[in-house]
């Protein structure tokens, strides 16, 4: 069960990274675009040159940190998720809305962000960054090439995660 866990934060991890990466330093930078056509003009040379030694300064073992950093943010919407599914589940099945009785009161919310942020961090060395095992997982990734699997996967995941956090919502409104 917790090579399975494992393998699901990586996917999750991995596609967030891809995308970012290729949405953000790929398409939306025009210093990319340029560098893919031949000038014979100095200056768009320069920026050009100026690009690649950004991103180049950036890598560290084939991944780009800021973006790496960045989609960091997928591991803890997963342990959102799960509290969620906790939250849903005392409010259908023991009829105790948990989410009003941490919302109003103080004295339970902020030690209980305290909690998500020390059980993120764990989470977060346990599954990815331990022993470096997400640049594992990516060197994978990308050598099986099995992309419509993985972001099938993330693509189902998100689906499930925002109609869960829909019905909580709904759950706190009502």
Same mark, same amino acid.
């Given at each position: 069960?917790?090579?399975?866990?494992?393998?699901?934060?990586?996917?999750?991890?991995? @596609? /967030?990274?891809? #995308?970012?990466?290729? &949405?953000?330093?790929?398409? $939306?930078?025009?210093?990319?675009?340029?560098?893919? !056509?031949?000038?014979?003009?100095?200056?768009?040379?320069?920026?050009?040159?100026?690009?690649?030694?950004?991103?180049?300064?950036?890598?560290?073992?084939?991944?780009?940190?800021?973006?790496?950093?960045?989609?960091?943010?997928?591991?803890?919407?997963?342990?959102?998720?799960?509290?969620?599914?906790?939250?849903?589940? @005392? /409010?259908?099945? #023991?009829?105790?809305? &948990?989410?009003?009785?941490? $919302?109003?009161?103080?004295?339970?919310?902020?030690? !209980?962000?305290?909690?998500?942020?020390?059980?993120?961090?764990?989470?977060?060395?346990?599954?990815?960054?331990?022993?470096?095992?997400?640049?594992?997982?990516?060197?994978?990734?990308?050598?099986?090439?099995?992309?419509?699997?993985?972001?099938?996967?993330?693509?189902?995941?998100?689906?499930?995660?925002?109609?869960?956090?829909?019905?909580?919502?709904?759950?706190?409104?009502?």
């Amino acid at each position: 069960m917790r090579k399975l866990l494992e393998k699901y934060y990586n996917i999750n991890y991995y @596609c /967030t990274y891809k #995308l970012l990466f290729i &949405l953000c330093w790929r398409m $939306l930078n025009p210093l990319y675009w340029l560098s893919l !056509l031949k000038w014979d003009n100095r200056y768009i040379k320069w920026l050009v040159s100026i690009g690649k030694k950004t991103e180049e300064a950036g890598m560290d073992k084939g991944i780009y940190l800021p973006y790496s950093s960045r989609a960091l943010i997928t591991p803890f919407i997963i342990i959102c998720w799960i509290f969620s599914l906790v939250c849903l589940a @005392c /409010t259908k099945i #023991l009829r105790v809305q &948990l989410v009003r009785i941490i $919302l109003e009161n103080d004295i339970i919310f902020y030690p !209980l962000l305290i909690v998500f942020g020390i059980c993120g961090y764990y989470i977060n060395e346990i599954f990815l960054f331990k022993n470096d095992k997400y640049e594992k997982y990516f060197a994978k990734f990308d050598k099986e090439k099995k992309y419509l699997l993985y972001y099938g996967i993330y693509v189902v995941s998100l689906i499930v995660q925002f109609a869960t956090f829909y019905l909580l919502f709904i759950e706190i409104v009502v």
